[in-house]
Nanobody, 124 residues
């Protein structure tokens, strides 16, 4: 049973930084895609950043140059470093994993099967 647990969310002022973490357990696949997604109240869930099994990294245009996705395969963890935060970055942030080497749309939530419960990020 795959379990993903996010942490690191919080409330920050515009211009500040946060580092989100996602701890994974129960995952046996050695090839997978992982991503970070967010959902603001009243809006659809959207992709923020992802990395596929080939090591290719993808970012939403709105976060390019500000967010960095990374992973520690030895620790079964993934991270999202968020700098220069803006109020429009506010939302619930989720990590997700898909046991495929690559997916057709790396920033689309529908491509991912396993999800964490989310961590709230509020930027004011």
């Amino acid at each position: 049973h795959v379990q993903l647990v996010e942490s690191g969310g919080g409330s920050v002022q515009a211009g500040g930084s946060l580092r989100l973490s996602c701890a994974a357990s129960g995952y046996t696949s050695r090839t997978y895609c992982m991503g970070w997604f967010r959902q603001a109240p009243g809006k659809e869930r959207e992709g923020v950043a992802s990395v596929d099994g080939l090591g290719r990294i993808f970012y939403a245009d709105s976060v390019k140059g500000r967010f960095t996705i990374s992973e520690d395969t030895g620790a079964n963890a993934q991270y999202l470093q968020m700098n220069s935060l803006k109020p429009e970055d506010t939302g619930m942030y989720y990590c997700a994993v898909e046991a495929r080497l690559w997916v057709g749309n790396p920033l689309s939530p529908v491509e991912y099967s396993d999800w964490g419960q989310g961590t709230q990020v509020t930027v004011s």
